[in-house]
């Protein structure tokens, strides 16, 4: 769902944004689900503010439950793509747990052939590019996330572009996904990976050192312990920060309590996300309107922090520095806005 916003116009990159947390209206019309607008708000989104991080996840599972067949997982893919082509964003890396989409009677590879339609159908129509990124979860079995490292394999030359691990981290350890995402490694995938936001600093310094990822999911509590601060800008990891869903999902009381204008004035590369368009009903561009409203920020902030995910999207070197080039005149002379 789009939200009217000056910086619309803006070109905008999100590297951290799930499928099955952003089913849209209009996607649910188009599947005829019956739904009103009213009932649609009352089952796909969370709670403002939630009592955990598993609250919010117990409300991904209408969304989880649409997307057990090709045309939901289809249509549902096309809609965000295009919602996000229509809020300015020029690059964006999509994820999505294919394991929970197996219901209907997909197998792995039908899931990742309806979302690939989905993605394809979009960008035939409008000027993004997207790639899809395969989430591991924490509660799943090794078996099955080795499955998904796997496929995500099988599917590299058709639109996936790294893995991550995701899912609840209290009371899910990562200790039985080592060996999962040493698989990644051998492989040649890209890595993120969720941490620092149901845990601590301590949670980001063990995906640090037993996933080894490009970027982290989240992070933000990574500034309760200075040392993996340091880590983090010595690897360079970019932070892919949610500030909306952080509030939502109660990492913080507040959006005024957030870090991430201290994470970004201690020099960590981040990047603005909003994590979900449904769950948690926004926009990147509204993200960056309450960003600015809160802590002053302004264009030369979203610039540098859009130029920093841009550096770190997982793609070739050539189009990474496509990316830098349209943010760079993008943010000179914004495109109108129709």
Not at 25 to 39: H, K
Not at 64 to 90: F, K, M, S, Y
Not at 278 to 287: D, F, K, M, R, Y
Request: charged letters at 25%.
């Amino acid at each position: 769902m789009l939200f009217s916003s000056s910086y619309l116009a803006r070109p905008k990159v999100e590297l951290h944004l799930h499928i099955d947390c952003s089913v849209s209206w209009t996607a649910l019309q188009r599947l005829e689900t019956g739904l009103s607008f009213e009932d649609f708000r009352a089952k796909f989104t969370a709670p403002e503010r939630c009592a955990s991080l598993k609250q919010y996840l117990d409300a991904i599972a209408p969304s989880c439950a649409l997307l057990q067949d090709a045309r939901a997982l289809q249509v549902v893919t096309e809609e965000l793509v295009a919602e996000l082509a229509q809020d300015g964003v020029i690059y964006a890396e999509l994820r999505f747990a294919p394991h929970t989409h197996l219901a209907g009677g997909l197998d792995l590879d039908g899931v990742m052939a309806a979302v690939a339609q989905g993605v394809r159908a979009a960008t035939d129509q409008y000027a993004i590019r997207v790639g899809l990124i395969l989430c591991a979860l924490r509660d799943y079995s090794a078996e099955s996330n080795i499955a998904v490292i796997d496929l995500a394999a099988r599917w590299r030359d058709r639109g996936v572009v790294g893995v991550d691990i995701a899912g609840d981290e209290a009371g899910h350890p990562l200790a039985h996904n080592y060996a999962t995402f040493d698989r990644a490694h051998d492989l040649g995938l890209d890595i993120t990976a969720h941490a620092g936001e149901a845990a601590g600093a301590e949670s980001v310094l063990e995906a640090l050192e037993k996933l080894r990822p490009k970027r982290i999911g989240h992070g933000v509590r990574c500034l309760e312990d200075d040392a993996v601060v340091a880590l983090l800008k010595a690897r360079d990891i970019h932070l892919e920060v949610c500030p909306s869903s952080n509030v939502q999902v109660g990492v913080f009381p507040s959006l005024d309590q957030h870090n991430v204008d201290k994470l970004s004035r201690r020099g960590l590369s981040l990047g603005i996300n909003t994590d979900a368009r449904t769950v948690a009903p926004i926009s990147l561009s509204q993200e960056y309107e309450r960003l600015e409203s809160t802590f002053g920020w302004g264009p030369g902030e979203f610039l540098a922090h859009n130029l920093e995910a841009a550096r770190h999207a997982f793609q070739p070197d050539a189009i990474r520095a496509e990316l830098v080039e349209s943010l760079l005149t993008g943010w000179k002379s914004p495109r109108s806005v129709s």
